[in-house]
């Protein structure tokens, strides 16, 4: 295997209050076949672990001496070489009545986690599914993801003071 690594970097991202799962996936999209992503940031991010697992990734984190988190992301042999994004039926061609749900609930984690796991959900919704996420706060800063990826969402506030948002492909 190469000695080729891509270094991204998050923790000013994150800092800033911007969520960089779509410049993590970006990354692996642009990644050449024989390098491996080297991840910065200022915690293990775990929930990608299992996403990037999906998309043919290993993984080996280390925490470095200034406490934040790296994580050399490796491409499995024999696993796709570049990643693509799962494709979806626009909403026009869903039929209401066999619609598949899928529920994730994120409540309970400290930001950006409930994102996180939302994007991670929609990364692998079936096509034609619709996500129902249920968070504690309105996720004000989900919108434009959804939208980066094709997607939109509605947020209704529960009568227990949390929130269901309700999501589907454009």
């Known amino acids: 295997m190469s000695d080729k690594i891509v270094t991204l970097d998050v923790r000013e991202d994150l800092r800033n209050g911007h969520e960089p799962f779509s410049k993590v996936m970006g990354a692996i ?31 080996e984190s280390k925490q ?16 796709p070489t570049t990643y693509v994004p799962p494709t979806r039926s626009p909403c026009s061609t869903m039929k209401p009545e066999s619609t ?3 529920d994730v609930d994120a409540r309970g984690l400290e930001p950006p986690q409930p994102m996180v796991k939302i994007l991670e959900a929609l990364a692998v919704l079936p096509a034609g599914a619709e996500l129902h ?11 434009a993801q959804l939208e980066e990826r094709g997607f939109a969402g509605v947020t209704e506030e529960q009568n227990d ?6 999501i589907r492909s454009h």
């Open 161 to 166: 003071g949390s929130f269901i948002t309700k």
């Open 29 to 59: 999209a642009q990644l050449p076949p024989d390098a491996k992503l080297r991840l910065v940031a200022p915690f293990e991010p775990t929930p990608l672990f299992s996403v990037l697992g999906n998309h043919g990734f290993d993984h």
């Open 100 to 102: 598949e749900i899928m």
């Open 133 to 143: 996420a249920r968070t504690e706060r309105k996720p004000m800063h989900l919108y």
């Open 64 to 79: 470095i001496p200034s406490g934040d988190w790296e994580v050399l992301f490796i491409r499995r042999s024999g696993g």
